[in-house]
């Protein structure tokens, strides 16, 4: 049954190896997607080592609190992390790399590539996070003795036929996982009914609620301020994540909600910072003066696209309100919690399927979803006309967000476990 997914994934690939080497997420680093490494690139002492994987920025960021406390408490061990897109290997070259050993690509899910990869590495736990189900990774991993974790664990409701089906025909890699630390009781429950043994599901919470509380200590960043050219006293409306066609939308209703708020000021942070140029058109057609982050608000115009890397939450603390993006496309969402966790109110639209359990956290407590456009402007309009009522709501949200904290501390104390002794 192995031998099957073997050549199924060796024909897949072959197949969209084309594709995958000009797409930009992943045409960059295949050699180490293939499982071969640079001499250096990998810590080549005998120490214990974790090897943490997730796949894009995000998910890095989610990993993030879990490495601080396995450094903390393992100082001797080795960490490795590995990713699978481009932007979330910069995102780990430029802010986990100082409490790391190594940053590499994660390899592409073939026999060849995994056991090379693994072999490298040498991992004692191999760590995947929320539906990073490998199957040749995992049995590779497994082969050379490594203990295997999936950490804010997940299974979507709607693909469990699919899974069983899978792992039907191939085998069932969730035999091969020592540890399930899932993110609620629900997903503990569809890990169970996908064949996973009881002894080894535990529910842990999801660390990127930890992931963002550092966040709302640091205040608003007069530097990046400056940086934007927006004066001290002017508000500041923060579109974040935006995806394609949801800029039209946001510029309409700045466009309008300017005639009551005539000095906010609008940051734009589209979700793909080489769509910059694209959005920066649509601010100049709605008849915006717009500058670039990147070369700096030398005209004092009212709206700036950011399109740097890493520097989201760090605007977000200048945010006087905030819309997340990808939720009037079908995306899914984006992460809400970020700027929630910068004591911000967060607006968001109908299509947040993929963050249901952060949209539970915050409508009510700090969040408000919306329809359309016009429902945006609406409750926009609102806020503003109500003194107090924007921080009132960034209050609330602080506090949602730091009732739900503390997964790390037990994903950690689980994969610590799993460790040889004396690290």
């Known amino acids: 049954m192995r031998l099957l997914y073997v050549v199924l994934s060796t024909l897949v690939f072959l197949c969209l190896a084309p594709f995958l080497l000009v797409f930009r997420k992943t045409r960059d680093g295949w050699a180490e997607r293939l499982g071969f490494y640079t001499p250096g690139a990998l810590p080549q002492d005998g120490r214990p ?10 998910d890095l960021l989610a990993l993030s609190p879990i490495i601080e406390r396995l450094r903390a408490q393992h100082p001797s ?28 690509f994660a390899p592409w899910d073939l026999w060849g590539a995994t056991r090379r990869a693994t072999r490298a590495i040498r991992p004692d736990v191999l760590v995947l996070e929320y539906t990073e189900i490998w199957p040749n990774l995992i049995r590779a991993a497994k082969r050379f003795g490594a203990r295997i974790v999936l950490t804010n664990g997940r299974f979507s409701p709607g693909h469990l036929a699919r899974y069983r089906l899978l792992f039907n ?17 629900d997903e503990a429950e569809r890990a169970l009914s996908l064949g996973a043994r009881p002894d080894r599901v535990q529910v842990a919470g999801n660390t990127k609620f930890d992931a963002l509380l550092p966040l709302a200590q640091a205040g608003a960043d007069e530097v990046l301020r400056a940086a934007l050219g927006f004066p001290s006293d002017a508000p500041v409306w923060i579109a974040g994540s935006t995806h394609e066609g949801e800029e039209e939308t946001v510029v309409d209703v700045y466009r309008r909600l300017r005639e009551r708020v005539p000095t906010l000021r609008l940051v734009v942070a589209p979700r793909y910072i080489d769509r910059a140029e694209r959005v920066v058109a649509v601010c100049a057609q709605a008849g915006f003066a717009v500058a670039r982050r990147s070369q700096g608000n030398t005209a004092d115009a009212p709206i700036v696209v950011l399109d740097t890397i890493g520097e989201l939450g760090r605007a977000y ?48 407590r700090g ?54 002794v004396n690290t």
Not at 53 to 58: D, E, L, N, T
Not at 77 to 98: D, H, P
């Open 49 to 58: 080592r974790v090897w943490l994987h997730g796949a894009s920025a995000g």
């Open 77 to 104: 061990a080795a960490i490795v992390v590995s990713t699978m897109t481009n932007t979330g290997y910069l995102m780990a070259k430029e802010r986990l790399a100082k409490r790391v050993d190594a940053v590499v």
């Open 169 to 185: 025909a191939i085998g069932n890699p969730l035999d091969d996982i020592d540890l399930f630390l899932m993110r609620e009781a």
């Open 317 to 364: 603390g200048l945010a006087t309100v905030v819309f997340v993006g990808g939720s009037f496309t079908t995306r899914g969402g984006q992460n809400i919690l970020e700027p929630a966790a910068a004591g911000k109110a967060v607006l968001f639209g109908p299509h947040m399927e993929n963050f249901h359990d952060s949209v539970q956290v915050l409508v009510g």
């Open 367 to 420: 969040g408000i979803q919306v329809k359309d456009g016009e429902h945006l402007l609406r409750v926009l309009t609102e806020l503003f006309e109500k003194p107090g009522a924007l921080g009132a709501l960034g209050d609330m949200a602080h506090a949602a967000v730091g009732q739900v904290s503390g997964a790390s501390d037990r994903i950690a104390a689980g994969i610590s476990r799993l460790l040889p």
